[in-house]
């Protein structure tokens, strides 16, 4: 099993974005010691998509840190995140973000993705359905133990407060 991997997707509606942001995030990742893959995701529901992509990644790695395309490095330092759990993701002023994650290949992870691709709707109204489940699923106690943040001054979001810092990584489009 190899160790960690940096894992984008991209469906027609984002490939001009990813031919953007993806040589610089390619960079970033090789300078850290991060395999990268940027992924072709089938038209439609590509929220189930990626978990399901995710999964299989997991089968392969020890860890996939999860980067939605318009997630741009700013500084060349790694993500620091503490030890200890299976889900590490990003957030903004409205709370979790899913646009950044790392997943560690563990049952409980597993468990976590194949609940998002039954839980997820087929049909969403608004992009936002995919975060609101994973924000109900987190929310729940017994989970809470599994999960950790990832730091804004890390991943930071358009709504960041970051007390001087400049971050790592910038989500430009998140959670608007």
Known sequence: MRDRLVLQAVNAGYRTYAETTTPAMRKWSIANGWDHSL????EGNT??????????RLAEYQSVLWLDVD???????????????DF??????????AGAALYRSSPWSIWLLDAMVQLVPEK?????E????????LNVAA?????????EWQVSNPCSV???????????????
């Not at 590490?88 to 973000?97: E, I, N």
């Not at 970051?162 to 608007?176: E, F, K, Q, S, Y």
Request: glycine residues 6%; hydrophobic residues 40%.
């Open 88 to 97: 590490y993701v990003s957030m903004d002023c409205f709370g979790w973000c």
């Open 162 to 176: 970051l007390d001087g810092r400049t971050p790592i990584m910038r989500h430009v489009g998140a959670n608007r």
């Open 47 to 56: 929220f189930r998509s990626r978990y399901r992509l995710i999964r299989e």
């Open 124 to 128: 969403m109204e608004h992009r936002l």
């Open 143 to 151: 989970l809470k133990k599994r999960v950790s943040a990832i730091e």
């Open 130 to 137: 995919e975060q609101d489940t994973l924000k109900a699923l």
């Open 39 to 42: 992924e072709q995701l089938p």
């Open 71 to 85: 997630i741009v490095p700013i500084l060349k330092e790694d993500i620091v995140l503490p030890a200890g759990f």
